[in-house]
């Protein structure tokens, strides 16, 4: 399902935090992880004997949480700009998930500032787990173990669109794996809304949407299925849902036509992205997916294989 990730760490004490609860995917088949640090630095060669003396014990040592999870981890310096590194390294390493902590903000602050994980979620077609980063807290953790599993509680939010079948084809997988409970979610629009059916038609044709994905989830294996219809604002609705469902994970799929606009709009899955409890799934529209043919060999940076 997961035979290989890519984690990109920033080598603090709350990637530990997130390297400990990725280690849960070796449930999901994780065999292998390529963990990778970005320096964005310019003149690099100049300065390797300096640097990478001083990165390489901490980067080693979070390889060993991995590898002490059973899952084997090779480990990558990369001297350029993180988006475009991670983006080739997972291209060229044949990754099949994105890894990657992000910290809460505001939309101006993702737009003054950037946000690395906004980037990745922009060009990738790859799924991209996303977990918090408590600042207050560098030591939280999701899980209370190196490779305990987090994916027992799955919330699913969806809208019923082509990129949030791509989610529920995880979300499946997950149940397979042993999920134990799924809820399913979709948020209504207000009735008062232009373009909306009457609310009892709207119901009704919800209704038998989510009453379709929970049969197959229970052909997957799952033991506890529930499907919730709700009216509001989609992302407050979700985080709600995650809180009071006690959710260990949510999987849901990305929406927008690239990320500037993404993030103008302020869409629902950049919403939750910057204020999710608990580890995020994101599944970008396969569209999204930048080759790495695509990017302009002349610019490569050098990289370093240990």
């Given at each position: 399902m997961l035979d290989k990730i890519l984690i990109a760490s920033d080598l603090s004490a709350a990637s530990d935090s997130l390297i400990r609860c990725v280690a849960g995917l070796r449930r999901l088949g994780a065999r292998e992880a390529l963990l990778v640090h970005a320096l964005c630095m310019r003149h690099y060669r100049d300065m390797r004997g300096v640097v990478e003396p001083m990165i390489e014990p901490r980067l080693r040592a979070q390889a060993e949480m991995l590898e002490r999870a059973g899952i084997a981890a090779a480990t990558e310096v990369l001297p350029g700009q993180a988006c475009e590194e991670i983006l080739r390294a997972a291209a060229d390493s044949g990754a099949q998930a994105i890894v990657m902590a992000t910290r809460s903000g505001s939309l101006a602050h993702d737009l003054l500032v950037g946000n690395t994980v906004l980037r990745v979620l922009g060009r990738t077609g790859k799924p991209v787990l996303v977990m918090q980063a408590r600042e207050h807290d560098p030591h939280w953790s999701c899980c209370r173990e190196t490779g305990a599993w987090f994916g027992d509680n799955v919330l699913h939010p969806t809208d019923f669109s082509d990129t949030a079948e791509l989610a529920f084809d995880f979300v499946r997988?997950?149940?397979?794996?042993?999920?134990?409970?799924?809820?399913?979610?979709?948020?209504?629009?207000?009735?008062?809304?232009?373009?909306?059916?009457?609310?009892?038609?709207?119901?009704?044709?919800?209704?038998?949407?989510?009453?379709?994905?929970?049969?197959?989830?229970?052909?997957?294996?799952?033991?506890?299925?529930?499907?919730?219809?709700?009216?509001?604002?989609?992302?407050?609705?979700?985080l709600r849902a995650a809180g009071g469902l006690g959710a260990t994970m949510i999987v849901m799929g990305t929406q927008g036509h690239g990320l500037m606009h993404e993030v103008f709009l302020g869409s629902v899955s950049h919403h939750v992205l910057r204020h999710a409890p608990v580890p995020l799934l994101l599944l970008p529209a396969a569209h999204h997916e930048t080759a790495a043919g695509e990017m302009e060999s002349a610019s490569a940076p050098e990289r370093r294989n240990s």
């Open positions: 997988r997950l149940s397979s794996a042993g999920a134990s409970r799924v809820t399913l979610l979709h948020v209504q629009r207000p009735a008062h809304k232009p373009g909306t059916l009457p609310r009892e038609e709207q119901n009704r044709i919800d209704a038998a949407r989510l009453s379709r994905l929970a049969e197959e989830l229970r052909r997957c294996g799952c033991a506890q299925v529930e499907a919730l219809l709700r009216e509001g604002d989609p992302g407050e609705e979700i």
